[in-house]
């Protein structure tokens, strides 16, 4: 079955530029999107089809693709960006997520 | 403002069945393909269901395949959740979300989410 996959932490300090990957069997082929889940919060859509970014999502969020893997970058990373951030993406028909990435802004 | 309000969870035993229920409002609901996602205590996100802007499609995981049934009543801006045979691996936070697109396709992302109703199955 199709799995999209996620490293499952990544620590930057505040100011630095955070790259959160997700890697899936042809995922360049896909469209993906990244979402942002701080604690105890629903999700909220950052990026999607890859690059795009919905109204209201702050231009420091930014989406590339490349082979199989997506990315989503966070420069200028600030405190408030600390979340759990979820890559998705469709495959035959079934939406997949990856597992999150637990990002930490110390 | 556009919004979406679960409700209908709770404790429900294994074997039995419950129906959630999504109230949409601050957009045409009928214009847009609607989903369910779930999220066990402490774990991640999980697609469990999608249907078409007219109900003429619908999608499910295998997890919840011949289980659950996902409708919609475009008259009532509502979207449903009926489950059955519940398991306790059910046992989740079970989100209510809108598509961008009308259809299911590739290119379908999720871009509104409600606050979730929360169903636990134990005896």
């Known amino acids: 079955s199709y799995e999209l996959t996620q490293p499952l932490t990544l620590s930057v300090s505040p100011g630095q530029t955070a790259r959160i990957t997700c890697s899936g069997d042809?995922?360049?082929?896909?469209?993906a999107s990244w979402y942002q889940q701080r604690p105890g919060q629903s999700p909220v859509l950052v990026i999607y089809?890859?690059?795009k970014r919905p109204s209201g999502i702050p231009e420091r969020f930014s989406g590339s693709i490349s082979g199989n893997t997506a990315t989503l970058t966070i420069s200028g990373t600030q405190a408030m960006d600390e979340a759990d951030y979820y890559c998705q993406a469709w495959d035959s028909s079934i939406v997949l997520f990856g597992g999150g990435t637990k990002l930490s802004v110390l | 403002e556009v919004q979406l309000v679960e409700s209908g969870g709770g404790l429900v035993q294994p074997g039995r069945s419950l129906r959630l229920s999504c109230a949409a409002s601050g957009f045409t609901f009928d214009d847009y393909a609607m989903h369910w996602v779930r999220q066990a205590p402490g774990r991640g996100l999980e697609w469990v269901s999608g249907i078409t802007w007219n109900s003429r499609s619908t999608g499910y995981a295998d997890s919840v395949k011949g289980r659950f049934t996902i409708s919609r009543d475009n008259a009532k801006n509502s979207l449903y959740l009926q489950m059955s045979s519940l398991r306790s691996e059910d046992t989740a936070l079970y989100y209510c979300?809108?598509?961008?697109?009308?259809?299911?396709?590739?290119?379908?992302?999720?871009?509104?989410w409600g606050q979730g109703t929360m169903v636990t199955v134990s005896s």
């Open positions: 979300a809108k598509d961008l697109r009308r259809v299911l396709d590739h290119r379908g992302t999720f871009d509104i």
């Open positions: 089809q890859d690059t």
């Open positions: 042809k995922l360049g082929e896909k469209y």
